[in-house]
């Protein structure tokens, strides 16, 4: 409010901070964007993997210890240690980095935006990663066997599954694909408009020291440390979110691969 | 006399209820995971990773109602 009174701060709405003008060919930067995190991403591990060497070097030692990462704490530890579960080690590793690429944009200088926040990326990922447990359960199990494992799980007292039957019905086959989508998307369009806050608000403070320093050089430092700090937390949400993608889709295809 | 007069948009209020309702539940939510989760592993600390892993899963569960309040405050217009 002491700010806001006429001088020109000016923080931009959502509608302003998520809009971009297309680039012809019906391509924006968000496009864009996601052409170049899967450029990169597909980049990296055909690098890595190309002259494999018992040693490592170079991109293969920056790799190696993610591919070890994804195989041992993502797939053994949450789909088990078979040979039909170690088949998406490739799938969940490229999902990682290609969501992780996604959303390090954020904090890129001179890109500063993360094309996971908007929706339509993360919409179409979980809409992918539906039809794959899906698939992949009716392969494994038999289309019976499968519906019949989610919908009327064993165990309980028939009368319960008046209750449980739509309960799964519902949390499998539109919460869980609907929550992997606003999950990733809602963090990091949270994330940007923080870090825009932030920002705004460093470079109006201190544009306006050298006019009227009167209040302002009070704010300043907590303004800039909050911008660098929360810069800081974004690389690490970046990170936990493609992370959580990934082993969510883990614990959906495990699912269906071993029944409920 | 007016003592004081708010002018605006009366669904500006019910965004930042929303949201703020929404994150009662799941703020608690995740302390108790996180809570629970370093009690596993200061007991058991060769079961760290497990819990670790566990916790993550259980807070992304949980932050889903949050978030979706998050959302429903851009919906509201």
């Known amino acids: 409010m002491l700010l806001a009174a006429g001088n020109g701060l000016h923080i931009p709405t959502t509608e302003e901070l998520f809009a971009w003008p297309t680039l012809g060919f019906g391509l924006n930067k968000v496009g864009l964007l996601y052409i170049l995190a899967a450029v990169l991403s597909a980049i990296i591990w055909i690098v890595a993997s190309r002259k ?11 790799m190696e210890p993610l591919y070890t990462f994804i195989r041992e704490q993502v797939v053994i530890e949450v789909m088990g240690n ?3 579960a170690l088949r998406y080690v490739p799938f969940l590793g490229t999902l990682f980095t290609f969501i992780l690429f996604c959303n390090i944009f954020e904090v890129i200088p001179g890109i500063n935006f993360p094309p996971t926040a908007r ?5 179409f990922l979980a809409i992918m990663v539906w039809f794959v447990f ?6 494994s199990q038999g289309v019976g066997h499968y519906f019949k494992g989610i919908l009327f799980p064993p165990g309980v007292p028939w009368p319960i599954y008046i209750l449980l039957t739509p309960i799964e019905l519902v949390s499998v086959f539109i919460v869980r694909p609907l929550t992997l989508a606003v999950r990733l998307f809602a963090n990091l369009v949270a994330g940007n408009t923080l870090l825009a806050v932030f920002l705004i608000f460093t470079a109006y403070t201190f544009s306006q020291i050298w006019k009227d320093p009167s209040p302002l050089i009070a704010i300043f430092p907590f303004a800039f ?13 970046a990170f936990i979110q493609a992370f959580i993608f990934t082993i969510l889709t883990a614990v959906y295809v495990g699912e269906s691969l071993h029944g409920h | ?3 004081a007069e708010i002018t605006g948009n009366i669904s500006s209020v019910g965004k930042g209820l929303v949201y703020g309702l929404a994150a009662i539940g799941p703020g608690i939510g995740i302390g108790l995971i996180a809570a629970s989760a370093i009690d596993a592993s200061a007991r058991q600390p060769e079961l760290a990773g497990q819990s670790r892993t566990t916790m993550f899963l259980g807070i992304a569960f949980t932050e889903a109602l949050a978030l979706f309040g998050f959302v429903l405050s851009f919906i509201i217009s």
């Open chain 1, 52 to 62: 494999q060497q018992l040693v490592p070097k170079g991109i293969q030692n920056l």
């Open chain 1, 82 to 84: 078979r040979p039909d």
């Open chain 1, 119 to 123: 929706m339509a990326g993360p919409a």
């Open chain 1, 134 to 139: 899906n698939v992949q359960g009716i392969i």
């Open chain 1, 225 to 237: 440390a909050g911008a660098v700090g929360m810069m800081g937390f974004e690389i690490f949400v």
């Open chain 2, 1 to 3: 006399m007016i003592l």
